[in-house]
C-alpha cells in the first residue's frame, strides 16, 4: 500500500509532467514560428557576444508591456480587471500570470485573432470533453474550417424540439438541411462556430434586420458540419448576397455546395415572404424581446446622463389636462419608435455641405451587410 501510494503522489505526477514537457518541446521544434520571445529578437539586436546591452534593451523594451507604467494610479486597477476579463472571455486561463504578462498576452498576442476564433477552440474542446465529437483524433483536423466542421454536427445533436420549432426548413436530405431561423435563439444554434453578425450575441438588432427585411437561410452540410448563408432582400432591398463561415461575402459558384442544390436555392430565393412574415404573432414578440428592449435600456440610460429640464411648474393644470398621452402602440412599433427617439438623441441633425444637406443620421430600417 505504501509503494502504491508513493507511486501515485509523486512518481506519476513527475512522469506525466515530464511527457508533457516532451509533447510542448516538440511542438515548439515543429512551430518555430510560434515560439518566438521578445528575448529572441533583443538577442539578435545586441551587437555584442556577451549580452552586454541586454539589460538596457529590456528596460527599454519593457517599459513598452508594463502596465504601471502605462497607466495612471487611478486607471490601473480597473485596467487590469478589463485585460483579465478579455482573457477569460476568449477561453484563455491568466491562472500564475503576472500584470505584465496579461498585458502582454492580451495586446500583443490574442488581438492577432478575433474572438470566434477562440470561441470555436473552446466550444470544440468542451464538446471533446463530452463526447459529443465523433473523431477524437485531434492530429487529423487540419485549420479552422474542419474545427467548426466538428462544432456544427456536435451542436446539432443538441437541437431541443424549441428550437426545431423556431425554424423553417424549406429543404432536408441526407446530406443538407438548408432552414430560415425565426428568432434568434435559433439563429445562434443553427450559426454557431461562423462570425455572421446575425448570431451576434451582443448586437442582436442585426438579426432582427434581417429577419425583419428578407430571406436569410442558413445551408448547413450534415456530414462535414460546412456552413454557407444567404440572403435576399425583400422589403425595399435590393441585396442578394452568399456569405461564408468567416463572413466573408462570397459567389454561390464559390461555396462548396452540391450540384443539386443550386435549382432548390433558386427555388427558396424565389419566396416573396421574409423570415418576419413566417412568423407567429408569439414568435415575432419573442424577436422583439430578444433583439430591441436593449436598445430601451441604452435609451433609458442616455436620458438619465442628459436630463431634459424639468417642465415648469408655472404652467395652469387645465392647459395640463389638456395634454392627452399617446394612445398605445403594438410591442413591435414601439421598440422601433424608441431606436428612432435614441437616434434622434444621439446623433446630429444633417449638416450643409455646398448648399445640399449630408444626411448625417442613418435611417433605422437600413439593413447592413452579413458583416458587422
Known amino acids: 500500500m505504501r509503494v502504491f501510494f508513493l507511486t501515485q503522489t509523486f512518481i506519476l505526477p513527475i512522469f506525466c509532467k515530464k511527457k508533457n ?47 504601471k507604467k502605462l497607466w495612471g494610479k487611478v486607471d490601473y ?131 432582427e434586420k434581417y429577419w425583419r427585411r428578407g430571406i436569410l437561410v442558413y445551408f448547413i452540410n450534415k456530414q462535414t458540419g460546412y456552413k454557407f448563408a444567404g440572403y435576399k432582400g425583400i422589403d425595399g432591398d435590393s441585396e442578394f448576397s452568399f456569405w461564408n463561415a468567416e463572413d466573408n461575402r462570397t459567389d454561390y459558384l464559390e461555396v462548396e455546395a452540391d450540384d443539386y442544390l443550386f435549382p432548390i436555392v433558386r427555388k427558396i430565393f424565389k419566396s416573396e415572404q421574409t423570415n418576419k412574415n413566417l412568423c407567429s404573432d408569439e414568435i415575432q414578440e419573442q424577436v422583439h424581446t430578444e433583439c430591441l428592449t436593449g436598445y430601451e435600456k441604452m435609451r433609458l440610460e442616455f436620458v438619465n446622463e442628459h436630463p431634459m429640464d424639468q417642465p415648469d411648474e408655472t404652467i395652469p393644470l387645465d392647459e395640463q389636462a389638456m395634454e392627452q398621452p399617446e394612445p398605445p402602440t403594438p410591442n413591435y412599433q414601439r421598440e422601433m419608435n424608441t431606436l428612432n427617439e435614441l437616434l434622434s438623441e444621439m446623433l446630429p441633425e444633417p449638416a450643409e455641405v455646398n448648399g445640399r444637406f449630408r444626411e448625417l443620421r442613418p435611417e433605422i430600417t437600413n439593413v447592413p451587410t452579413m458583416r458587422a
Open 77 to 207: 486597477p480597473g485596467g487590469m480587471l478589463e485585460i483579465q476579463a478579455m482573457l477569460i472571455n476568449k477561453g484563455i486561463s491568466t491562472d500564475e500570470l503576472n500584470d505584465g504578462e496579461m498585458y502582454y498576452m492580451a495586446n500583443y498576442l490574442a488581438e492577432h485573432f478575433s474572438s470566434d476564433t477562440y470561441s470555436t477552440l473552446k466550444e470544440f474542446m468542451d464538446y471533446m470533453d463530452k463526447g459529443h465529437i465523433e473523431n477524437k483524433d485531434v492530429s487529423t483536423y487540419k485549420d479552422l474550417e474542419d474545427v467548426r466542421g466538428a462544432v456544427t454536427l456536435a451542436s446539432m445533436k443538441e437541437l431541443t424540439k424549441d428550437l426545431e420549432g423556431q425554424v423553417i426548413k424549406e429543404y432536408e436530405d441526407e446530406r443538407w438541411v438548408a432552414v430560415r431561423p425565426l428568432t434568434f435563439s435559433a439563429s445562434a444554434k443553427y450559426g454557431s462556430s461562423t462570425r455572421w453578425c446575425t448570431t451576434y450575441q451582443r448586437e442582436k438588432n442585426y438579426f
Open 21 to 67: 514537457m516532451s509533447r510542448l518541446d516538440e511542438l515548439k521544434k515543429q512551430y518555430p514560428e510560434l515560439n518566438v520571445t521578445m528575448f529572441d529578437m533583443m538577442n539578435r539586436l545586441d551587437t555584442s557576444k556577451s549580452y552586454k546591452y541586454l539589460p538596457l534593451m529590456c528596460k527599454i523594451f519593457g517599459s513598452k508591456f508594463n502596465p
